[in-house]
């Protein structure tokens, strides 16, 4: 049976929560196993994700990012990469590297084992125009961030070189990811989520079905299903 654990942040639109698929496929009924908290945090947590071996990697108001132990104990305070809030985090495909994102327009490459600092890049300038949302390349060392004013850019993570930029969203580029086989991308923004075909740019599925509400958080799984959610929820089929 797969162990789910769900974190809910209750935040303003600007700080949008991340949401995932559990990764094999489980048709078991999810069952509740065990409560374990970590109150370290003096407020919000904008970011959570999982990391191997039972850990979790969170971002917070405190300017970090931290590791954590199955057990609740801290593993990594990876401090001195962000200079204001931490919005979101990512993870690669192969759990060696964890991206994070702030106010400050940073985005930062941690090692997920020595909790080292390894790119730092900067995504922005403009400080009213800072990245929303963050997500690994399922298949290549690329991040993606969403920006406020719209915007998805892709960085090479080794080189922190700009591999495709596209505007994806009138505003607000709150939720954003990519198809299993990392050849399209999703973005949800004010009432409407779009597929691109990342080699041309096409827009090859738009969904504008949210009622005059942003789109804050998106996930794909292996089967194509999407579940784009905000003050409305929908779900749906893309198929490939």
């Not at 999810?30 to 904008?46: L, Q």
């Not at 192969?94 to 600092?117: H, R």
């Amino acid at each position: 049976m797969t162990k789910l654990t769900i974190a809910f942040s209750m935040l303003a639109v600007v700080f949008p929560c991340a949401t995932a698929w559990a990764q094999d496929g489980d048709k078991e009924p999810w069952t509740y196993v065990e409560e374990k908290s970590i109150r370290e945090y003096h407020g919000p947590v904008p970011g959570v994700r999982w990391l191997k071996g039972g850990r979790l990697v969170t971002a917070g108001k405190d300017k970090q990012v931290r590791i954590w132990h199955a057990n609740g104990k801290m593993q990594h305070a990876l401090r001195n990469g962000h200079t204001g809030w931490v919005l979101g985090v990512a993870v690669s495909a192969d759990q060696k590297q964890v991206a994070s994102i702030g106010m400050d327009g940073k985005l930062c490459i941690w090692g997920a084992d020595t909790g080292e600092m390894i790119k730092q890049i900067t995504v922005s300038t403009n400080e009213h125009n800072w990245p929303l949302c963050v997500q690994w390349h399922p298949k290549a060392n690329r991040v993606a961030v969403g920006m406020r004013e719209g915007s998805v850019y892709e960085f090479d993570a080794s080189s922190g070189q700009t591999t495709w930029k596209q505007r994806a969203a009138e505003r607000l580029a709150a939720a954003i990811a990519y198809t299993p086989d990392g050849l399209r991308f999703a973005a949800g923004g004010y009432e409407v989520t779009r597929m691109f075909e990342m080699a041309t740019n096409e827009v090859v599925f738009k969904m504008a079905r949210h009622d005059r509400t942003d789109v804050t958080a998106l996930a794909i799984d292996a089967k194509w299903e999407y579940a784009a959610t905000g003050p409305v929820h929908r779900k749906y089929q893309w198929g490939n």
